[in-house]
């Protein structure tokens, strides 16, 4: 499945950001202080509840009892202490999609479990050629080759107010975006695709990632507590491209 359907070069032209509404217009992308992580954290929350209700119910009492490692809560971490500002796109039914840099890594070494989400951003520097990836308007602008992404994974905005724009202040101009309708479509679409794709695995693939998506977040928890590194969370996809630390906004 492809999000780009139309030329590279006529997409700046579908639909012009909405600069001037509040609340936010559906497609328009915000800025807000949010965990990258959140949407993965609720995934696994979700799906060890639905674990624990097809358990038998002795099972059940057992396992909260034992204090079970597979009874796991988000961190405080994960629930906002440590959150960098981030594009948020809009979606309808109140919901929004999270984007990341998550420090320009390579996909090859995030967790299977977030790789399953995550769908390429065509920017300024790389013109992404391989379905699907996401287009905004205008064209996201950066000033570095790392690659962004939009977590295909709808949140409830909850306590968002989504009145302030991201923008990019390093251009000839200030600039402000929007994904049109094409796009979000192809979005919810993918997004609705990950999400059965990994309810259908096979519990113990399921598991198998789940156990390392939380071994890699809490060891660069680790790494940050101990200050070798930059916490995946407080990844920010900045308009020069450079990662930006919630520490220091």
């Given amino acids: 499945m492809s999000f780009c359907t139309i030329p590279a070069c006529s997409l700046d032209l579908r639909r012009l ?13 915000m800025s807000e202080y949010v965990s990258a992580l959140d949407p993965i954290d609720k995934i696994i929350k979700d799906h060890e509840q639905h674990s624990r209700s097809n358990k038998p119910t002795s099972e059940v009492g057992s396992s909260m009892k034992s204090g079970s490692a597979k009874s796991w809560r988000p ?25 990341g840099t998550f420090e320009g890594r390579d996909p090859e070494t995030l967790p299977d479990l977030l790789r ?25 602008q950066v000033d570095s080759d790392r690659p962004a992404w939009v977590l295909a994974c709808p949140t409830p905005k909850g306590s968002l107010l989504l009145r302030k724009r991201w923008k ?3 251009g000839e101009q200030l600039t402000h975006y929007t994904v049109d309708s094409e796009n979000l479509i192809a979005l919810d679409v993918a ?18 990632e789940i156990v390392e998506f939380k071994h890699w977040k809490s060891k660069d928890e680790r790494r940050e507590s101990s200050g070798n590194a930059t916490s995946p969370e407080d990844d920010v996809v900045h308009p020069s491209g450079a990662a930006v630390s919630s520490r220091q906004t």
Avoid: Y
Wanted: charged share 30%.
């Fill in 75 to 99: 961190s405080q971490k994960s629930e906002g202490t440590r959150k960098g500002s981030r594009p948020v796109i809009v979606l309808q039914d109140d919901k929004v999609c999270f984007m």
């Fill in 116 to 140: 399953r989400f995550l769908i390429p951003v065509c920017t300024t520097k790389r013109d992404e050629q391989h379905p699907p990836h996401l287009h905004t308007t205008p064209t996201w």
């Fill in 17 to 29: 950001p909405n600069q001037s509404s509040t609340p936010a217009a559906i497609g328009d992308i």
């Fill in 168 to 170: 990019t202040v390093h």
């Fill in 191 to 208: 997004a609705d695709e990950a999400r059965e794709k990994f309810d259908a695995e096979d519990p113990a693939i399921q598991e198998k």
